[in-house]
């Protein structure tokens, strides 16, 4: 059994930065992969980046180079750090992991930026 917690949500100006963490449960964070996602309202939810065991990291187009997801295996936490946030980043935002073949979602956390 996995629990992810999302925070660091909230409500900002376009152009302002926020920074997302994601604490994980369980003993094996270092040798898992872990992502974050959003889901606008109306809309499917989308991989926003992704980080592997080893550190190898994906981005969407519309985030690159404005977010960097990172991990500290020491604290079992993920993070997303977004700058230069635009409205359209409006979303809850949510921390994903694999493991034994068993998808687990974090309760994700609100990002509103404000035109």
Sequence with gaps: QVQLVESGGGLVQ????????????????????????????????????????????????????????SRDNAKNTVYLQMNSLKPEDTAVYYCRTVQDGLTYWGQGTQVTVSS
């Excluded at 889901?39 to 990291?57: C, D, F, L, N, Y």
């Design 14 to 69: 376009a152009g302002a930065s926020l920074r997302l963490s994601c604490a994980a449960s369980g003993s094996t964070f270092s040798s898992r992969g872990f992502g974050w996602y959003r889901q606008a309202p109306g809309k499917q939810r989308e991989a926003v980046a992704t980080i592997s065991s080893s550190g190898s990291t994906y981005y969407a187009d519309s985030v690159k180079g404005r977010f960097t997801i």
